[in-house]
């Protein structure tokens, strides 16, 4: 949760200024959390909670409908999201935002079973999108990998010949080719997954993610998400994360950790 919203933080910066190198300053005054931090406070608040998940969101997206980006000319949510606000129906969206804000799901539940059905109901509720629902399942089994798999190449084994999913290129293949601003699931959760594979710490994970373009703080915020149950998240960087979020975003953090502790 934390490691996500880190990524999403420390990439904001570079969604619309992608960088091709892993040498950045992590922080600097104009980072700032977007709809992927808000989405995965709210999915934290609905584990917390006994609420339906749609009350939830929908709070939250009310909250934040009128956050921008980009010095107030990009809108922090996408349309479909948006659109969702407001009609409350699913829209069978195939893109990352049904990834990027799971990763409290993982961090909480014990059981993979359990983890699994609470992604899907929620990848259900907005992205009911056969595969979507392929790669917030494939996010979460990787997420449970992790915890337990020291060695990153068993775990790239495993994820990418039961989903079928492309893990064998390295970031530095995978870079130069990575030219659009892709936020399809399909073209930005193998990625986080290979950031996060050949990561030695939660930094560098981030570092590699934001090193490939693209929707660099989604692509940050998915292999935080994963890197932070393979490694810690260093104090300062967890110290500056606290202070670029609201009040509201940090009680629900403070509560989830001392829930899961
Ligand atoms: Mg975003």
Not at 39 to 44: E, K, S
Not at 154 to 181: A, Q, T
Not at 186 to 197: E, Y
Not at 211 to 236: C, N, R, W
């Amino acid at each position: 949760m934390l490691g996500a919203i880190t990524g999403d933080i420390i990439g904001s910066v570079y969604e619309f200024h992608n960088i091709k190198t892993k040498n950045f300053p992590l922080f600097s005054e104009k980072s700032t959390f977007t709809d992927d931090s808000i989405l995965t406070c709210a999915t934290a608040e609905w584990l917390l909670s006994n609420k339906d998940a749609k009350e939830i969101f929908l709070k939250w997206g009310h909250v934040y409908q009128n956050r921008t980006i980009e010095n107030g000319k990009i809108p922090a949510f996408g349309k479909g999201f948006m659109g969702w606000l407001q009609s409350g129906q699913p829209y069978g969206a195939k893109t990352n935002g049904c990834v990027m804000r799971i990763s409290p799901i993982g961090l909480m539940e014990k059981d993979i079973e359990i983890a699994l059905k609470k992604a899907i109901y929620l990848t259900n509720m907005t992205h009911n999108h056969p595969e979507s629902l392929k790669y917030t399942t494939a996010y979460i089994e990787t997420m449970f990998l992790l915890k337990k798999e020291k060695n990153p190449n068993m775990v790239r084994d495993y994820i990418s010949k039961k989903y079928e999913i492309d893990l064998s290129k390295s970031i530095d293949e995978i870079r130069p080719e990575y030219n659009k601003f892709y936020c399809s699931c399909k073209n930005s959760v193998p990625q986080a997954i290979v950031a996060v594979l050949e990561s030695s710490s939660y930094e560098e994970a981030i570092r590699n993610a934001v090193s490939l373009g693209g929707d660099s703080d989604t692509l940050a915020a998915m292999a935080g998400g994963l890197a932070e149950v393979k490694f810690q998240i260093p104090t300062k960087i967890a110290l500056q994360t606290l202070s670029r979020v609201d009040k509201s975003m940090r009680d629900v953090i403070f509560k989830f950790y001392q829930k899961i502790r």
